[in-house]
């Protein structure tokens, strides 16, 4: 099992160097320790390149890889290219890692730095069952 996750490890990293930056990649060395952390391993089955696929489209897609207007920016075909995959492969796994882990847009276990500091629940807040954008409070008092 070491062996496969420090492979696993190693194909995040290659990636995340060439493409993206040290936030994707502590992201996705910390979702493969969690992975790696399961009862029964998922990644002892199957490629894994289709794992490593699978990891960093989940990531992205929960902290707007894909979108040209953020940077990094990175496309499905380049991700399934580098790890020579099928992009319905590639995307099955990352839903299938999404569903494991519940992820979603603004995780805050998964979110990059810059998906956290742009998260717009961050100026929301609760009065009595009510949301309410923080800076209303203000300008009543």
């Known amino acids: ?3 496969k996750k420090e492979k696993l490890l190693q194909l995040v990293k290659g990636f995340c160097e060439q493409y993206l930056d040290e936030d994707y990649e502590q992201l996705s060395c910390k979702m493969v320790e969690k992975l790696g952390r399961k009862r029964t391993v998922p990644f002892m089955t199957g490629k894994l390149e289709v794992w490593a696929a699978g ?3 989940a990531i992205g897609t929960v902290n707007f890889l894909f979108d ?3 940077e990094p920016h990175v496309s499905v075909h380049d991700i399934c290219g580098y790890f020579g995959t099928a992009q319905s ?5 990352s839903k299938s890692i ?3 882990f519940k992820m979603g847009y ?6 990059t730095k810059r ?3 742009n998260n717009p629940f961050n100026n929301l807040v609760s009065i009595n069952g009510f949301i ?10």
């Open 1 to 3: 099992m070491l062996e």
């Open 55 to 57: 990891i960093i489209h």
């Open 68 to 70: 040209k207007s953020f």
């Open 89 to 93: 492969t590639t995307s099955q796994k």
């Open 98 to 100: 999404r569903d494991m």
């Open 106 to 111: 603004f995780n805050d276990e998964f979110a």
């Open 115 to 117: 998906s956290q500091q």
């Open 132 to 141: 309410v954008p923080a800076n209303f409070l203000k300008n009543k008092e």
